[in-house]
């Protein structure tokens, strides 16, 4: 909303705020059809009460911008079933509000998106202020933490990573096809759409109905298939050249086996002789040192030894006690699909004994786990490997006792981490985490379990001085560090009541008549947290994150050759990789874009803080990465790729100064006396606020956020890059030098996008 002069805009698009609109305000806003009945509205016609209302709103809401521009959004969850009710009463709204400028009204009403209403900020020519931290973890009441969905459907959260893995590989390989048919487009693309829905914040989050997540599940096997046809066209081409076969070469099946966790794959069953095809997504390959673990007499982890030192690091798995409730108030909240709510925190271990067996080889050792019925695990150590490797088995929950369980996987160590851990921010920088605190606000905690948990996308660490202990995921889990020097994460979860935001159902997922079992790894690294003589720890991590992330995908084919025969008569190695990578740089993406057109991403894996050897700027040339591609030209591209970067203006925002003391991400407000809280009775349906009234700090109701004085590692302003590509021809001349023209530069963290043409 914009005061200026006398009047005001106000901005219709799709961006959340803080503030909600009164109870029944979204639907059927204005009833303004009926006639007029001797100059007044007939009994039916709400449009003044409509207005009034609106108007009363927006007034509430400028107070809390710092310019006359508002941006209302429309709808929510559950709304957008009828666009054509929506636009018939916006326009209503619009027409209605605005005709009241005729009377001295100072509000202007238009439809907007969001870089129209960012524009609107940023031609405000003012100062704003930062942020730094993030918003979780997030609560919509003092016993509604929302950190039960980051580990809902554990096993549809890693489908979704096994369908990432699965798409990387079949971009980079329709890229990189001699000769593309015309189904490939359409079976790439739907991959990527289906890739897109499972990023639905009901999708991967697990917080949908049963049913549906059994098709998400549906839609991801039918995309893996559909790609799949793509990947053994491209393979058989790259599998049997023209110089080395008879005129009807054979087609290999290079099938995958999907069912490989459970140790099932048809073609290796069935046949005596099949062949195993690995395809490896990453640009180079690693090799580092060994780790040592031992296990006490009772068969649990006892010392891990590694860079000369020997600490204590046990691991166990628990289970928390699931509240239940009717959810018609706060104290009375169930855990669910959405919310993680132990009830009064309590805690059991699965067992206080293990049985266990010893296997040792030449390339791995391995201790199997056996903690009940339905926990199981197996610890491996290979050779040359820089960690350990835990594959858990969890499941069937056991629910006989009418009881909800939340499983953990607890890792306790003797580092004195004082309260502090470190999670991922989706797979990129790591977020520093203090145990009941938050950066920008007092915080007041009454689920000290739930309202420490965190997301964790890849990777978890704490340290001290001397040691640091990290574990990665192999899927989206929730994490804390409820004790210093433990880390714990949530495998699985199985439970009997629905917690009232949205599902309508409990989260108890179950298949072939039983509790759903989920497996899993974990990969654990202890080492020395300052400078190791070699490579720091925390960039030994990022590689090993992309090796767990993106490893070698398995294609099997049944032949009938002998091993001779299939050495000579066939291409057994290709690499679209002329020259490897960078140690830690990253080829996020290769893909098909546009006739003799692909869309290459680069990134840079580490932060400046994981070491001083490689985390420095480096550069590489993109024609001897990939020179077998004959690339022509290059030009680069927004992150996104959709804009060309030598034509984008980005809009730069002036900081509040660093001697005005600010608070990070809002307006601040008078401390009230009382506060009315949101029903606890499905609170996403309807805005409905409790009747009785709370006085200031109970339950953590009072607005309480911390203002602080600025500096200026806040302001680091966006470093503008010269471009090297004119913008009126795509195919205009780069620099004198040709081999300059394809020099890629990267700083720490930095993610480049460019589209490569290909001669014709």
């Known amino acids: 909303m914009k005061f200026v002069d006398d009047k005001a805009d106000l901005f219709t698009g799709a961006l959340y705020n803080n503030y909600q609109a009164p109870s029944g305000f979204c639907f059927d806003i204005l009833c303004a059809d009926q006639p007029i009945i001797d100059g007044k509205h007939s009994p039916d016609n709400n449009v003044k009460e409509r207005i009034d209302s609106f108007f009363e709103f927006v007034t509430k809401m400028a107070k809390g911008y710092r310019t006359p521009n508002l941006l209302i959004t429309m709808g929510e969850d559950f709304h957008y079933q009828n666009a054509d009710m929506w636009y018939k009463n916006l326009d209503k709204l619009i027409k209605y509000a605005n005709e009241r400028q005729a009377n001295g009204s100072n509000i202007n009403l238009l439809y907007s998106t969001p870089s129209c209403y960012l524009k609107s900020l940023h031609d405000a020519g003012i100062s704003w202020p930062t942020k730094s931290d993030d918003f979780f973890p997030y609560a919509s009441d003092p016993h509604s933490y929302w950190t039960g969905y980051f580990t809902s459907r ?232 820089n960690h350990a490797e835990f594959e858990w088995l969890v499941g069937p929950i056991p629910i006989e006792d009418n009881i909800g369980k939340e499983v953990i996987s607890r890792f306790t160590s003797d580092i004195k981490s004082d309260g502090i851990f470190y999670t991922d921010s989706n797979g990129r920088e790591m977020l520093k985490r203090r145990r009941n605190h938050r950066e920008t606000w007092n915080v007041k905690i009454h689920e000290s379990v739930a309202g420490n948990y965190y997301p964790v996308t890849t990777k978890i660490a704490l340290e001290d001085d001397i040691a640091r202990m990290a574990i990665l995921t192999d899927r989206a889990q929730g994490g804390s560090s409820l004790e210093d020097g433990v880390l714990e994460l949530m495998v699985h979860r199985r439970l009997l009541h629905d917690d009232a935001f949205g599902v309508g159902e409990a ?59 299939w050495l000579t008569s066939f291409t057994n190695t290709y690499s679209g990789i002329s020259a490897a990578l960078p140690k830690y740089v990253h080829l996020l993406s290769l893909e098909p874009w546009h006739e003799k057109e692909l869309l290459v991403r680069f990134e840079h894996i580490l932060e400046k803080k994981d070491g001083t050897r490689y985390s420095q700027y480096v550069q590489f040339n993109i024609k001897d990465v990939l020179g077998s591609l004959n690339i022509e030209n290059i030009r680069e591209t927004t992150l996104d790729g959709n804009a060309w970067l030598d034509e984008h203006r980005r809009m730069e925002f002036v900081p509040d100064p660093e001697d005005e003391a600010y608070n990070n991400y809002g307006t601040f407000r008078k401390s009230s006396k009382a506060v009315h809280l949101l029903s606890a009775a499905k609170p996403m349906l309807e ?74």
Request: positive net charge.
């Open 154 to 385: 554990p096993t549809l959260k890693r489908f979704e990573r096994d369908g990432n893995h699965f798409l990387q590989t079949c971009k980079q390989l329709s890229a990189l096809a001699p000769k593309r048919s015309a189904e490939f487009d359409p079976h790439l693309n739907f991959m990527r759409e289906t890739m897109g829905i499972m990023q639905h914040h009901d999708a991967v989050t697990g917080t949908e109905k049963q049913k549906v997540a059994l098709d998400y599940a549906k839609r991801m096997s039918v995309a893996l298939r559909a790609c799949s046809t793509n990947i053994r066209s491209v393979l058989n081409q790259l599998s049997i050249s023209s110089d080395k076969v008879s005129p009807q070469p054979t087609k290999f099946e290079f099938k995958t086996c999907t069912l490989l966790n459970i140790s099932s794959c048809a073609t290796s069953e069935l046949n005596n002789r099949f062949a195993l095809t690995l395809y490896n997504p990453l640009a180079q390959s690693t090799n580092e040192y060994n780790i040592k673990l031992t296990f006490d007499t009772n068969g649990f982890l006892a010392y891990a030894t590694a860079d000369g030192m020997t600490r204590t690091i046990s691991q166990e798995f628990l289970y928390y006690i699931a509240a239940t409730g009717n959810n018609a108030e706060f104290l009375n909240r169930s855990s669910g699909a959405y919310i993680f709510r132990p009830d009064k925190n309590q805690i059991r271990l699965a067992t206080d004994k293990v049985s266990i067996e010893v296997y040792k080889g030449p390339l791995v050792q391995e201790v199997h786990q056996q903690f009940n019925s339905w926990i199981s695990q197996v610890v491996r150590v290979y050779k040359q490997s």
């Open 687 to 760: 805005a409905r606020y409790s009747k009785e009234t709370l006085e200031a700090g109970q339950l953590g109701a009072e607005s309480n956020r911390i203002k602080r004085s600025a500096n200026s590692q806040h302001f680091t302003m966006h470093r503008k890059r010269p471009q090297v590509s004119g913008s009126d021809n795509l195919n205009k001349s780069m620099p004198s030098s040709e081999r300059d023209k394809y020099l890629i530069e990267l700083s720490p963290m930095e993610i480049r996008t460019f589209i490569v043409y290909l001669q014709k």
């Open 507 to 565: 989260l108890n997922e179950t298949e072939y008549g039983e509790g759903l079992v989920a497996r899993g790894k974990h990969h654990l690294f202890v080492g020395k947290s300052l400078q190791r003589p070699e490579v720091s720890l925390k960039a030994i991590e990022r590689l090993v994150q992309l090796e767990t992330l993106l490893p070698s995908w398995k294609f099997f084919s049944n032949v009938s050759y002998s091993s001779d025969q």
